[in-house]
């Protein structure tokens, strides 16, 4: 089983752009189905972004889509998620998640997932 370490949050004012990291442990790193999650105060975990095993499918909240991209480095045992156009309503605690999943398709809800990093704050002003 991997372990997460989530980097690159801050705070951004509306527009701006951030790059999320997380770094992960393991030697199987390239069998995971790895996702972005993300949870603002007082409400739920919602998702954000997920990429499959190979890095060649990937999927988005309708709410981020245009404006973030998710992408993976096997050789690094790292997933990322390049945020562009930030806006308040993207304030939240980042949560890098993974499962063991060498199969087409991506996970999408919270409950699919077993290893999950201790997250990043991200905070876009106006």
């Known amino acids: 089983q991997v372990q997460l370490v989530e980097s690159g949050g801050g705070l951004v004012q509306t527009g701006g752009s951030l790059r999320l990291s997380c770094a992960a442990s393991?030697?199987?790193?390239?069998?995971?189905?790895m996702g972005w999650f993300r949870q603002a105060p007082g409400k739920e975990r919602e998702f954000v972004a997920a990429i499959d095993w190979t890095g060649g499918r990937t999927y988005y909240a309708d709410s981020v889509k245009g404006r973030f991209t998710i992408s993976r480095d096997n050789a690094k045992a790292a997933v990322y998620l390049q945020m562009s156009n930030l806006k308040p309503d993207d304030t939240a605690v980042y949560y890098c998640?993974?499962?063991?999943?060498?199969?087409?398709?991506?996970?999408?809800?919270?409950?699919?997932?077993?290893?999950w990093g201790q997250g990043t704050q991200v905070t876009a002003s106006s």
């Open positions: 393991g030697r199987t790193f390239s069998s995971y189905a």
């Open positions: 998640a993974a499962r063991a999943y060498r199969s087409t398709g991506v996970l999408i809800t919270p409950s699919e997932y077993d290893t």
